[in-house]
């Protein structure tokens, strides 16, 4: 037996958040809250009882201090993230109504994180694992970065770790090219692909509508198993389980960020129970429920994996 269920690797972030009908350059207060996809996977699969460590580089501070007892109090272990001197990533967000799309500015220059090389970390730890768990936005980072996201994988690969990899493409991180040199090399490596259709069509080359570019993904490279999302057109599902559409229901969105990690969050506790296409259901609704309160971290309990999404009043 393993000692975890889920071990993964990324940057600590906090999330500074500008009021609803506020612009960033003339707000006067801001939301604060701990950051991190990689992290918010492994802390919804705390919460559903998985064993989950989160692997980063950590400075000293009160912003650090606030993203660790984020994490920790729902059960992720952080015994594996490093310590230093130095800064906190930060990014700020503007949520953004029609005609104006939501906005993020990046300030995650100069963090140590993005110096890391594999032997910063413990590995024979981390990949005590059932499934090591890596994302585009980490690979993105710096050369560093996606150089330790590689060696991760084909270490894990070599070890008989199942790896999966959300692509989570951005734009202002990396180009589409660089996207597909650094992560297309590691899809052989890969047991669970999480892929939108739009970072399909970008990263990818690939065409056609959410259905298609799912199964081209799965066809193209081999895949056990491809998870893809089309905005509120649909979820697909292609894998060695076959093959399915999954509607998507409006949600009123009080918060976005960390909704589509709640998905995958979801899709990887049916995944570590051995169906990928049931997890697909419970990442549905989990990212349901990220988008009903304020920050990145979806916070449920198991139970509520089993509430009727049409649900007026708990009796």
Not at 242 to 270: C, F, K, N
Request: proline share 5%.
């Amino acid at each position: 037996m393993t000692t975890y269920d889920l071990t993964t690797l990324g940057e600590a972030q906090i999330r500074l958040t500008v009021p609803r009908g506020d612009r960033l350059a003339t707000c006067r207060e801001l939301r604060l809250t701990p950051a991190g996809s990689e992290a918010n996977v492994a802390g919804l699969l705390a919460q559903l009882d998985r064993r989950t460590a989160f692997a980063s580089v950590i400075p000293h501070g009160d912003l650090a201090q606030r993203f660790i007892d984020e994490y920790r109090s729902v059960g992720v272990d952080l015994s594996y993230c490093v310590r230093c001197e130095g800064r906190m990533a930060l990014y700020f967000m503007e949520p953004g109504d029609p005609p104006l799309p939501a906005k993020v500015v990046y300030d995650r220059l100069y963090t140590r994180f993005r110096e890391i090389r594999p032997e910063t970390f413990d590995w024979d730890g981390l990949l005590d694992t059932r499934v090591l768990f890596v994302t585009g936005i980490t690979a993105a980072l710096t050369d560093n970065t996606g150089d330790t996201v590689a060696w991760a994988v084909r270490e894990a690969a070599r070890r008989g770790v199942k790896v999966a990899l959300d692509v989570n493409y951005r734009s202002l991180l990396w180009t589409a090219d660089k996207a597909r040199s650094v992560l297309e090399p590691l899809l052989e490596h890969v047991a669970i692909l999480f892929c939108s259709r739009p970072d399909g069509i970008k990263v990818f080359g690939l065409q056609g509508d959410g259905p298609a570019v799912n199964a081209a993904l799965r066809g193209r490279y081999g895949l056990d198993h491809v998870v893809s999302t089309d905005a509120t057109h649909g979820c697909y599902y292609c894998g060695v389980e076959g093959e399915r559409v999954y509607g998507i229901e409006p949600v009123r969105v009080t918060d976005r960020p960390g909704a589509g990690d709640a998905l995958v969050g979801g899709a990887l506790h049916g995944y570590l129970n051995g169906n990928v296409m049931e997890g697909v259901n419970y990442g549905l609704r989990t990212s349901k429920l990220a988008l009903t309160h304020y920050g990145d971290l979806t916070h449920l309990t198991p139970s509520e994996l089993e509430i009727p999404t049409t649900a007026d009043i708990l009796r």
